[in-house]
T-cell receptor, first 113, second 114 residues
Framework: DVKVTQSSRYLVKRTGEKVFLECVQD?????MFWYRQDPGLGLRLIYF???????EKGDIPEGYSVSREKKERFSLILESASTNQTSMYLC????????????FGDGTRLSIL | AQSVTQLGSHVSVSEGALVLLRCNYS??????LFWYVQYPNQGLQLLLK??????LVKGINGFEAEFKKSETSFHLTKPSAHMSDAAEYFC????????????FGKGTTLSVSS
């Protein structure tokens, strides 16, 4: 089975801090994704990557950046955390083309105080 | 541009009753369609997917969905609800392109009462 592991289930940070969310997948997938999930808004795509060192902006990239130095690892960075970035963050990976399903981690619930 | 609309943010059924969760999509090309389920404090789990071929797709836990191109719909059904089906369900669409991201609906919360 595919395993997508997010480094933290719960995280509490302060405004202005630089925050790193880490995601690792073990199935050699080309594609990796970061979503943000908020009640009533569903999942919104922040960034995705289809290859090492490649990245594409999603629907809500403002305030975030990403890094993919190795195929199995995709990091989401909040450059200067703000309270409106308090949310559930979900990482996913997939192989090949759009007909392949995405496999999700269990999420990181991030609170910015 | 692609989009997904899930009708009803909250659906309540009795145990043993039919489950029907509605999903309509918009896509300029033939889409790939997915249903995911999310249990509390967990990530999303794939229920089923439609890519090509048979339009009636069977998934895990007794769920199935039918792709109806003329209605641009991909509704999720289960003949008899179980208490363990209570969760949030997401419909999603994608294109057959390398590195394509999924477009998700806003989700439907299913409640099952005894």
């Amino acid at each position: 089975d595919v395993k997508v592991t997010q480094s933290s289930r719960y995280l509490v940070k302060r405004t202005g801090e630089k925050v790193f969310l880490e995601c690792v997948q073990d199935m050699d997938h080309e594609n990796m994704f970061w979503y943000r999930q908020d009640p009533g808004l569903g999942l919104r795509l922040i960034y995705f990557s289809y290859d090492v060192k490649m990245k594409e902006k999603g629907d809500i990239p403002e305030g975030y950046s990403v890094s993919r130095e190795k195929k199995e690892r995709f990091s989401l960075i909040l450059e200067s955390a703000s309270t409106n970035q308090t949310s559930m963050y979900l990482c996913a990976s997939s192989s090949g083309f759009g007909n392949q399903p995405q496999h999700f981690g269990d999420g990181t619930r991030l609170s910015i105080l | 541009a692609q989009s997904v609309t899930q009708l009803g943010s909250h659906v309540s059924v009795s145990e043993g009753a039919l489950v029907l969760l509605r999903c309509n999509y918009s896509s300029s090309v033939p889409p790939y369609l997915f249903w995911y389920v999310q249990y509390p404090n967990q990530g999303l789990q794939l229920l089923l997917k439609y890519t090509t071929g048979a339009t009636l797709v069977k998934g895990i836990n007794g769920f199935e969905a039918e792709f109806k191109k003329s209605e641009t719909s991909f509704h999720l059904t289960k003949p008899s609800a179980h208490m363990s089906d209570a969760a949030e369900y997401f419909c999603a669409v994608s294109l057959n392109q390398a590195g394509t991201a999924l477009i998700f609906g806003k989700g439907t919360t299913l409640s099952v009462s005894s």
